[in-house]
T-cell receptor, first 115, second 113 residues
Framework: DQQVKQNSPSLSVQEGRISILNCDYTNSMFDYFLWYKKYPAEGPTFLISISSIKDKNEDGRFTVFLNKSAKHLSLHIVPSQPGDSAVYFCAASASGSSNTGKLIFGQGTTLQVKP | DSGVTQTPKHLITATGQRVTLRCSPRSGDLSVYWYQQSLDQGLQFLIQYYNGEERAKGNILERFSAQQFPDLHSELNLSSLELGDSALYFC????????????FGPGTRLLVL
């Protein structure tokens, strides 16, 4: 049972344009969501997070939007840069109900930003 | 650099053997998490320790065990290794037991031959 899904395995965008990565979840107990960026042979790098009490969080070029009613979140990268090319993972935790921070990850989306 | 260190970086061993992976969390972080990334399974949560106590267990095999020491470093022990245990093993740490962001180490690549 895939509780966190990233339905697009890959995404290609032109440098300078917006990249939008999507993530859907099924567990209504999830209350904290994170995005990670991963290069091959390296550990995931934390990008940005959002609590379920918010619907938007912004950090520089990265903005995460949360739609609780649709159980959907998205990561916007504006403007996209070639260095953003990597695999992006969405993750969720039900920290409030379980008192554990264990993360459930999506399968990842490979972003390619073309110069 | 996340501040989380893992050793060794690479490990090659044979089926039936036992290995120990080590993780040092970021300074000040009390929670340590272990995740496995295999080709077909993505990143899967294995186990969490908080300040020396086991906090949560995921899909961790009985052949695998972990512990967190008083200095907060953690070890993941994998025994009776099988070919299917070949994967990347990541450690992550966070300040609290729940909520908040987790910071990942560079991982240990395990190859079982």
């Amino acid at each position: 049972d895939q509780q966190v899904k990233q339905n697009s395995p890959s995404l290609s965008v032109q440098e300078g344009r917006i990249s939008i990565l999507n993530c859907d979840y099924t567990n209504s107990m999830f209350d904290y969501f994170l995005w990670y960026k991963k290069y091959p042979a390296e550990g995931p790098t934390f990008l940005i997070s959002i609590s379920s009490i918010k619907d938007k969080n912004e950090d520089g070029r990265f903005t995460v939007f949360l739609n609780k009613s649709a159980k959907h979140l998205s990561l916007h990268i504006v403007p996209s840069q070639p260095g953003d090319s990597a695999v992006y993972f969405c993750a969720a935790s039900a920290s409030g109900s379980s008192n554990t921070g264990k993360l459930i990850f999506g399968q990842g989306t490979t972003l390619q930003v073309k110069p | 650099d996340s501040g989380v260190t893992q050793t060794p970086k690479h490990l090659i061993t044979a089926t039936g053997q036992r290995v120990t992976l080590r993780c040092s969390p970021r300074s000040g972080d009390l929670s340590v998490y272990w995740y496995q990334q295999s080709l077909d399974q993505g990143l899967q949560f294995l186990i969490q320790y908080y300040n020396g106590e086991e906090r949560a267990k995921g899909n961790i095999l009985e052949r695998f065990s972990a512990q967190q020491f008083p200095d907060l470093h953690s070890e993941l022990n994998l025994s009776s290794l099988e070919l299917g245990d070949s994967a990347l093993y990541f450690c992550a740490s966070s300040v609290a037991t729940s909520g908040g962001s987790q910071y990942f180490g560079p991982g240990t690549r395990l190859l079982v031959l």
